[in-house]
């Protein structure tokens, strides 16, 4: 095999990129919420979901992890709001279906978000006042 050739045992596979993709966002919606909210809001990131050893996911578990959790949870006057990060083409679980659906029935807003962009659009759809937009 020459050295130029790529097999596709080499490249990463599907969910490793998506799991990248999606900790970008993860991380510029966050930085887009310290700015954006309004200070009597605080928004906070519930990692739960990822390659986690099974002792790991145990662990999770007895301590009372919701499998299908959002991602994102923000609390303003009184009201939850819960932000689900995907890349472009991931899609819902079976378990995140479920638990947005029991979110939901709570009475809380469970929002799914692709951008930074779109974040920005489902708070400003549930009337969450935004201190900053994001540029064009």
């Known amino acids: 095999m020459s050295s130029s050739v790529i097999t596709a045992s080499l490249l990463p596979d599907r969910r490793t990129v998506r799991r990248q993709s999606e900790a970008a966002l ?8 310290a700015l954006a909210l ?6 906070h990131h519930s990692p739960g979901e990822g390659m986690r050893s099974l002792r790991a996911q145990r662990d999770l578990k007895r301590s009372g992890h919701v499998k299908g959790w959002p991602d994102i ?11 689900e ?5 991931g899609s819902l679980s079976a378990a995140q ?5 029991r979110l939901s029935y709570a009475g809380a807003e469970v929002m799914l978000c692709k ?20 540029a064009a």
């Open 26 to 33: 993860q991380h510029a919606v966050m930085q887009y919420l």
């Open 38 to 43: 309004p200070p009597d809001a605080i928004a």
């Open 73 to 83: 949870e923000i609390i303003w006057r009184g009201r939850a709001y819960f932000i």
């Open 85 to 89: 990060l995907k890349a472009p083409r």
């Open 97 to 101: 279906r479920e638990t947005h659906r």
């Open 115 to 134: 951008s930074v962009e779109q974040v920005e659009a489902a708070l400003r759809e549930v009337c969450v006042p935004l201190r900053a937009s994001v």
